[in-house]
């Protein structure tokens, strides 16, 4: 067996020429993405192939008695020359086991070809089969009964003591789900809360097996986590949105990918404009001034209320304004006030404000944050950096509590890839199996 490589700008080019060289009965052991598609060069797909390498014929026998059979030993190999024997010795195989299986004996003669010998345990299979298929299936649903027992007897002792809400114990059934959750990072409080709705709630019949019970489980964080779904502008409408949050959450980052999305990636291509008001960073303004220039996007860097209105005049006639701001601690209420002034000298058009929270900080902290940049009038919550936490329950807490909608996701620091449109199902899943990257766009 010998693997070959192909590469071509499309896989359907690749698996091609694979097929071409090495016939259609090739396997395929892999097929991805060598280098992604950009302004100057097509993308490489690579499609790794498995060939069988062939074997050379054996010679026939120059001599017409045919010889004794040569049996060479080994641990895990027979080699037996005489291809008549072999078909004898298959069949004697195949006398023993119907004995020990007390089927009914047949008359047993040499067999004098291969296609015999598969007629005969075609045949002995379907005894088999048919006298026992009732009696296996019903072990199989025993040994699936009986394996969903024991997960439960695991999960019901991850603790010393079992956890209990509202001085009732928490159901066998419902353990595991409550440990995963529990682990997860969501506050103590709104699990309790979730697991007495699910014990009321949830049909008796539903409860049989960890599965159905995990799936209603899902379903109700689901209902509890608001999300804000994109909708199109139609003119002459127009959006306005700042991000705020503290410093190291991806906000500059966050806005270039939303620049790309609204003006490159959807159907509609719409006229964007940045205005930024980090002109403290120096390296800040350089970032987003390279964005810009690159997308051929206007931007304005204003530094007062008074060059913010200037800004919004100037680019009035773009579809999305995205306004970046400086990067601030929760505890810095001199700053905060601030942006609350650009806030109120605008009332023309209402701006919506995005507060940008990354997903590793803890929940303690994540309320502090939104209490804190809360007078700023936040409207939806948008979460970044979900590829470095295995922890989501923190999310949930602040969504369940809070009441703010999510409007977008970031996975990753690639612009404008690693972002998406904000999905109750995908942050349920993420809480309760970890994050995987969608490929949403």
Same mark, same amino acid.
């Given at each position: ?19 071409? *060289?090495? +016939?259609?009965? =090739?396997?395929? #052991?892999?097929?991805? @993405? ?7 060069? !097509? %993308? &490489? ?96 649903? *025993?040994? +699936?009964?009986? =394996?969903?027992? #024991?997960?439960?007897? @695991? ?7 079992? !956890? %209990? &809400? ?276």
């Amino acid at each position: 067996m010998k693997l070959m490589t192909f590469t071509a700008p499309t896989p359907a080019q690749a698996l091609k020429a694979a097929q071409k *060289e090495c +016939g259609e009965d =090739a396997l395929v #052991v892999s097929t991805k @993405q060598i280098q992604k598609k950009t302004l100057t060069q !097509p %993308a &490489i797909y690579e499609v790794v192939v498995a060939v069988e390498d062939k074997k050379p014929e054996p010679e026939k026998p120059k001599q017409t008695i045919k010889p004794k059979p040569q049996v060479k030993s080994r641990r895990s190999e027979r080699l037996v020359d005489d291809p008549e024997e072999v078909l004898v010795n298959i069949s004697e195989a195949a006398r023993q086991i119907s004995e020990i299986a007390n089927v009914s004996k047949p008359t047993y003669k040499k067999a004098k070809n291969r296609q015999e010998i598969k007629e005969e345990t075609v045949e002995n299979s379907s005894l088999y089969s048919k006298r026992e298929l009732e009696e296996l299936q019903a072990i199989k649903n *025993e040994l +699936g009964k009986l =394996a969903d027992k #024991v997960k439960l007897i @695991q999960n019901m002792v991850w603790e010393e003591k079992k !956890p %209990a &809400i509202n001085n009732g114990m928490i159901p066998p059934e419902f353990a595991e789900i409550y440990r995963i959750a529990k682990t997860s990072g969501m506050d103590g409080l709104h699990l309790d809360e979730i697991m007495r709705l699910t014990l009321e709630h949830m049909p008796l019949q539903m409860r049989t097996s960890t599965q159905t019970v995990r799936r209603y489980f899902k379903t109700l964080l689901r209902k509890m986590v608001p999300v804000r779904l994109e909708q199109e502008l139609t003119p002459p409408q127009k959006k306005i949105m700042m991000f705020v949050g503290p410093t190291g959450v991806g906000k500059t980052t966050t806005l270039a990918k939303l620049a790309a999305r609204y003006a490159y990636l959807k159907d509609k291509k719409y006229k964007v404009g940045i205005i930024t008001l980090d002109t403290y960073r120096i390296g800040a303004v350089e970032q987003l001034m390279q964005y810009a220039k690159m997308m051929r996007i206007g931007i304005e860097a204003v530094v007062d209320p008074p060059e913010f209105i200037t800004a919004l005049q100037t680019l009035r006639h773009m579809d999305y304004i995205l306004i970046d701001t400086v990067g601030s601690s929760q505890y810095d209420k001199e700053k905060i006030d601030k942006l609350q002034q650009f806030l109120i000298s605008h009332t023309e058009i209402g701006i919506d404000v995005s507060l940008v929270l990354s997903a590793p900080t803890k929940l303690e902290d994540m309320r502090t944050i939104y209490q804190n940049f809360s007078p700023l009038g936040i409207d939806t919550l948008i979460f970044t950096k979900l590829d470095e936490t295995l922890g989501f329950g923190n999310i949930f807490s602040l969504v369940y509590e809070t009441e703010k909608p999510v409007s977008y996701l970031s996975a990753g620091q690639e612009v404008p890839d690693d972002l998406m449109c904000a999905d109750s199902d995908y942050l349920v899943e993420c809480m309760l199996t970890g994050c995987v990257k969608k490929g949403e766009k």
